[in-house]
Nanobody, 130 residues
Framework: EVQLQASGGGLVQAGGSLRLSCAASGFTFDDYAIGWFRQAPGKERESVSCITSDGTPYYADSVKGRFTISSDNAKNTVYLQMNSLKPEDTAVYYC????????????????????????WGQGTLVTVSS
């Protein structure tokens, strides 16, 4: 059974930092990309960052230069270091793994489309105060 456990959220002032963690189990971690998404109240879920199975990172334009994604394959964990946080970063953050049974989805590649991801963590709340 694929399981993803997101943690590390909290309340931080604007300009502060947080590090999110996504611990994975139940699948061959080295073969999968892992994505971070976020959803603010009243808004659609959006892609924040993603890392391919070979370690190539991708970022949304809104977080480039502020967020850094990394992967520790020995720990089956992906991290999202978030610096210079802004109030508009406030959201529930989710990590997810692609669903290889979906047509056109390659599990080792990143995608911005949440519909390509079939396994989701429970979400961790990030609140940035102004």
């Amino acid at each position: 059974e694929v399981q993803l456990q997101a943690s590390g959220g909290g309340l931080v002032q604007a300009g502060g930092s947080l590090r999110l963690s996504c611990a994975a189990s139940g699948f061959t971690f080295d073969d999968y990309a892992i994505g971070w998404f976020r959803q603010a109240p009243g808004k659609e879920r959006e892609s924040v960052s993603c890392i391919t199975s070979d370690g190539t990172p991708y970022y949304a334009d809104s977080v480039k230069g502020r967020f850094t994604i990394s992967s520790d394959n020995a720990k089956n964990t992906v991290y999202l270091q978030m610096n210079s946080l802004k109030p508009e970063d406030t959201a529930v953050y989710y990590c997810a793994a692609p669903q290889p049974s979906y047509s056109g989805v390659y599990p080792y590649l990143c995608s911005r489309d949440p519909a390509d991801f079939g396994s989701w963590g429970q979400g961790t709340l990030v609140t940035v105060s102004s």
